[in-house]
């Protein structure tokens, strides 16, 4: 005799960004809520770890996104009154670009300027700045000096591993089930409900919320698979003579596009306190890799190819060979745009977490909307740009 079916009025299958989001707005509003991870969140396998994240709320990837940033805002601030945690350090967020130089990212053309072009739209305070204003206030940077600079003081950062933590902590004291150490293998319709089969037995359920990341597509297969494409990406944390300069309140968190190509191009945070070092990153579209298979490790030879070609000369007293570095999974769509949306084929599957590389900040608003979607039937914020439909059409 087979094991009987444990039964949930929801499923959230992956407790990264996403699903830890959604799964506690799930459990906010009374749901029956079971969320499932093969790991134990936070953990460093997927696309949710690293100390640090950018927030901005202009975001240059489009209107669409603004409603989700800032209502992450509001429950992270919310979250922190409740727990004690600081999850979100409004330190400022700075976006430079060579004045005249309309320098793509995201997949986005000029991305300066429409940052700029987001900001004015919604009202995001912010500031202007050249490349002299912005070596006298931030002497972290060596600038070339012919900068345009975009200046958010309500960005920053948040601490991933905190924001999920505290989340899963919240959902479960509001009587959310989480399981973590179990796979899950398999999902399928069966009558009028999901069976989610798991190496730890089935699960009946009335809805899944699919926030997988990098197994998603795996997970979903066709036609999932061929548009949820999961890429490796490398994280450096590089020493620094003087690390003042790179505290909180004497630097921002960054973009910096030095160049006229989208590689020309990393992104940035203050140092910790006391961690003596700066984490750096860029970004890289090319290679896809297997979840399941991809190398965690970094080359010292990959840390030494970002110094040169991103670190040296613009990081003020940043040294080569890093303190540290590690290995992160973007999933990436082919308009690098989000997919928030049911299953064409299955109403009863969410998909939530195909963010390609620019997710986080949005995450706490991402798991509202969706858990508004499963309970209500619709959200608040606009899913409609986000809809799967259009990477197959």
Request: proline content about 7%.
């Amino acid at each position: 005799m087979g094991t009987e079916p444990a039964r949930t009025d929801v499923a959230v299958i992956g407790l990264g960004a996403m699903g830890a989001a959604t799964l506690y707005q799930l459990a906010l509003r009374g749901a029956s809520v079971l969320g499932i991870d093969r790991f134990a969140p936070p953990h460093d396998q997927g696309s949710s770890h690293g100390e640090t994240r950018i927030t901005r709320c202009a975001v240059g990837e489009g209107d669409s996104y603004v409603p989700f940033v800032l209502r992450s805002h509001a429950i992270w601030r919310a979250l922190e009154a409740e727990t004690g945690e600081t999850l979100l350090d409004a330190c400022g967020l700075l976006m430079m670009a060579p004045r005249g130089v309309r320098t793509g990212h995201h997949g986005k053309t000029d991305f300066l300027g429409r940052t700029i072009g987001v900001a004015q739209r919604h009202g995001i305070a912010h500031e202007l700045l050249d490349g002299a204003q912005v070596a006298a206030r931030f002497p972290a940077f060596r600038v070339a000096g012919d900068e345009e600079a975009y200046l958010e003081p309500g960005g920053g950062f948040v601490h991933p591993e905190r924001c999920i933590a505290a989340q899963l902590r919240r959902a479960a004291a509001l009587g959310a089930t989480i399981r973590t150490g179990c796979t899950v293998q398999a999902v399928r319709r069966m009558g009028r409900a999901m069976l989610v089969e798991t190496d730890a037995g089935p699960v009946l359920a009335d809805q899944v919320v699919v926030a997988a990341g990098a197994w998603a597509g795996k997970l979903l297969g066709p036609p999932f698979d061929g548009v949820l494409v999961p890429r490796r990406q490398v994280l450096h944390w590089f020493p620094v003579e003087d690390e003042a300069l790179f505290r909180p309140g004497s630097c921002p968190a960054y973009i910096w596009m030095h160049g006229a190509q989208p590689d020309d191009y990393f992104y940035g945070f203050p140092a910790l306190p006391g961690a003596g070092a700066v984490k750096v990153a860029t970004e890289q579209y090319a290679e896809a890799c297997d979840p399941d298979t991809a190398d965690r490790s970094v080359s010292p030879q990959e840390s030494a190819a970002m110094y040169e070609a991103h670190i040296a000369g613009r990081l003020s007293g940043a040294r080569p060979g890093p303190a540290r570095a590690a290995a992160c999974l973007y999933t990436v769509t082919p308009d690098s745009g989000f997919v928030i949306d049911r299953d064409p084929e299955n109403d009863r599957v969410v998909l939530v977490s195909p963010c390609s590389g620019h997710g986080f900040k949005h995450s706490a608003g991402i798991g509202e909307a969706v858990a508004q979607l499963v309970t209500d039937g619709r959200s608040d914020i606009d899913l409609g740009p986000f809809r799967f439909g259009r990477l197959v059409s």
